[in-house]
């Protein structure tokens, strides 16, 4: 008994000794554009419905959890803080893209923070957007590189967020512009 009991508990040491931060997530890398990002396990590469990401994955499972990857053009080649604080990228972020006037969305800024990485400021911002499809919780992280604007933006049905609310934070926190 005491020697299966052993077992089991090496076999548990086992097991946890391989498990890291990015566990679940997949590496996604994409060199010629300069960018990295980890997408979760289960979900695959699409082609995007509209134009303007430039890589877009979803749930296997429930299409409605995506991620993508958007890259712009910087109008004068500003750096991101020139842009503007977290909550001015985030209120312009709603106002052109998430929620603008004639969508028939509505959004709702949660949160906007400035996370230095590396050489690289990053502003992860967070909202939720309400529209005749339902409520969806959306985050991204927002920076800038050589007079282009990266984004990655994570999204998933608002009740579904406390399940994948994890997950999807790993992967906007792994994105990486070089």
């Known amino acids: 008994m005491v020697r299966l009991?052993?077992?089991?508990v090496c076999f548990l040491?086992?097991?946890?000794?391989?498990?890291t931060p990015g566990a679940g997530l997949n590496p996604y890398v994409n060199t010629a554009k300069g960018y990295e990002v980890l997408f979760p396990n289960g979900w695959v590469q699409v082609k995007p419905e509209v134009p303007g990401p430039d890589v877009v994955f979803h749930d296997l499972?429930?299409?409605a959890e995506t991620l993508s990857v958007v890259i712009?053009?910087?109008?004068?080649?500003?750096?991101l803080t020139e842009l503007g604080s977290p909550a001015a990228v985030a209120d312009r972020l709603l106002k052109d893209v998430l929620a603008p006037a004639d969508s028939g969305r509505r959004g709702e800024l949660l949160a906007?923070?400035?996370?230095?990485?590396?050489?690289?400021?990053y502003y992860i911002l967070e909202f939720l957007i309400q529209s005749t499809q339902g409520t969806r919780h959306n985050l991204a992280a927002v920076t800038t590189?050589?007079?282009q604007l990266y984004t990655v933006n994570v999204a998933a049905p608002e009740e579904r967020w406390p399940k994948v609310e994890g997950t999807l934070r790993?992967?906007?926190?792994?994105?990486r512009v070089y």
């Open 61 to 63: 499972i429930d299409p």
């Open 145 to 147: 590189r050589r007079g």
């Open 72 to 79: 712009s053009t910087v109008k004068s080649g500003r750096n």
């Open 5 to 8: 009991f052993l077992v089991v």
């Open 13 to 19: 040491f086992t097991l946890t000794g391989c498990t």
């Open 112 to 121: 906007a923070e400035s996370r230095p990485a590396e050489d690289q400021t």
């Open 170 to 175: 790993q992967a906007v926190n792994s994105f």
